[in-house]
Nanobody
Framework: QVQFVESGGGLVQPGGSVRLSCAIS????????IGWFRQAPGKEREGVSC???????YYAEFVKGRLTISRDNGKNTIYLTMDNLKPEDTATYFC????????????????????WGQGTQVTVSS
């Protein structure tokens, strides 16, 4: 069974940066897209970014320009670098296999039905 272990979160000041990591195990098909999702208290989980095996990347409109997703296939790990963090970025961040729907130049990122990991908490506050 596929498993995701997220790490790297913490308390960050507004305008700061953080790099999240996601270690993946149990994948039987390496030709899959992996993405990041987040859930803030009282809100639904939302797709943030997704990367395909050809390294093409997709971002939700609300984070474009501030986030960079990358993958290291040799280490079965994906990363999410977040810059210029805002208080509204405060959430628990998860990774999972992802699907991408493109419409009018915008990406909607949704998860495949995998079990969620524990996530990693990012808190943006002064």
């Amino acid at each position: 069974q596929v498993q995701f272990v997220e790490s790297g979160g913490g308390l960050v000041q507004p305008g700061g940066s953080v790099r999240l990591s996601c270690a993946i195990s149990g994948l039987t098909d390496e030709n899959v897209a992996i993405g990041w999702f987040r859930q803030a208290p009282g809100k639904e989980r939302e797709g943030v970014s997704c990367i395909r095996t050809d390294s093409s990347t997709y971002y939700a409109e609300f984070v474009k320009g501030r986030l960079t997703i990358s993958r290291d296939n040799g280490k079965n790990t994906i990363y999410l670098t977040m810059d210029n963090l805002k208080p509204e970025d405060t959430a628990t961040y998860f990774c999972a296999r992802c699907r991408i729907l493109l419409a009018r130049g915008q990406a909607t990122i949704t998860p495949v039905d995998d079990p969620w990991g524990q996530g990693t908490q990012v808190t943006v506050s002064s």
